[in-house]
């Protein structure tokens, strides 16, 4: 079992929500625990969905190719995130109050299920990245949806405090770097 990878890609995949829970914080926009779960459980969905279209590349190629293009493609998602910063998440962490429609401090579960959908695109080509390296889609989604959990939780509860830390502040380019770790960690695996 690939159990560094499942906790590194759960990690990787969700700094920027804790960069998004961050600016949230600051901006005193609350997350309640159940918003919260509504934003893990849509990253599991597509996690799972991305990691299954992943692991359906393994019938059609050789499991040593799908393992090699799996890593490459986590090299490159985290070398597209160094470049672009991702830019749709700026957006979003500038202007937190862009999914409180109702403007009233509080992202509902209507509004978070919005949210969701935007910070699980991160899961998407990573998803199948890992489903072509062959690693445990179960483990992997659970992994993405706790980490989801905690990230925009620490990052919303502790807003003002952690933006100004070093992780709060490089929370991009962290999960850029730990994407390409994790790439060049599974050429080596098996």
Request: with cysteine; proline share 2%; aromatic share 8%.
């Given at each position: 079992?690939?159990?560094?990878?499942?906790?590194?890609?759960?990690?990787?995949?969700?700094?920027?929500?804790?960069?998004?829970?961050?600016?949230?914080?600051?901006?005193?926009?609350?997350?309640?625990?159940?918003s919260n779960a509504v934003i893990a459980v849509m990253s599991m969905i597509v996690t799972y969905v991305a990691v299954t279209?992943?692991?359906?590349?393994?019938?059609?190629?050789?499991?040593?190719?799908?393992?090699?293009?799996?890593?490459?493609?986590?090299?490159?998602?985290?070398?597209?995130?160094?470049?672009?910063?991702?830019?749709?998440?700026?957006?979003?962490?500038?202007?937190?109050?862009?999914?409180?429609?109702?403007?009233?401090?509080?992202?509902?579960?209507?509004?978070?299920?919005?949210?969701?959908?935007?910070?699980?695109?991160?899961?998407?080509?990573?998803?199948?990245?890992?489903?072509?390296?062959?690693?445990?889609?179960?483990?992997?989604?659970?992994?993405?949806?706790?980490?989801?959990?905690?990230?925009?939780?620490?990052?919303?509860?502790?807003?003002?405090?952690?933006?100004?830390?070093?992780?709060?502040?490089?929370?991009?380019?962290?999960?850029?770097?730990?994407?390409?770790?994790?790439?060049?960690?599974?050429?080596?695996?098996?």
């Amino acid at each position: 079992m690939h159990w560094i990878t499942i906790i590194l890609i759960g990690i990787a995949a969700n700094l920027d929500n804790l960069g998004i829970g961050l600016a949230y914080g600051v901006k005193q926009v609350k997350i309640p625990i159940l918003s919260n779960a509504v934003i893990a459980v849509m990253s599991m969905i597509v996690t799972y969905v991305a990691v299954t279209a992943g692991s359906t590349v393994v019938e059609y190629i050789s499991p040593h190719t799908a393992n090699l293009l799996g890593s490459l493609l986590l090299c490159v998602i985290g070398i597209w995130t160094l470049m672009s910063n991702n830019f749709s998440n700026q957006r979003i962490a500038g202007n937190p109050e862009l999914f409180d429609e109702d403007k009233n401090l509080v992202i509902s579960t209507r509004e978070a299920m919005a949210l969701g959908f935007v910070l699980s695109a991160n899961c998407l080509a990573g998803g199948i990245a890992i489903g072509a390296n062959g690693i445990s889609a179960l483990w992997t989604v659970i992994s993405i949806g706790v980490f989801s959990f905690i990230t925009v939780g620490v990052g919303s509860r502790c807003g003002s405090l952690l933006a100004k830390t070093f992780i709060g502040k490089h929370s991009t380019a962290i999960s850029g770097w730990l994407l390409i770790m994790i790439g060049i960690f599974e050429v080596f695996a098996k």
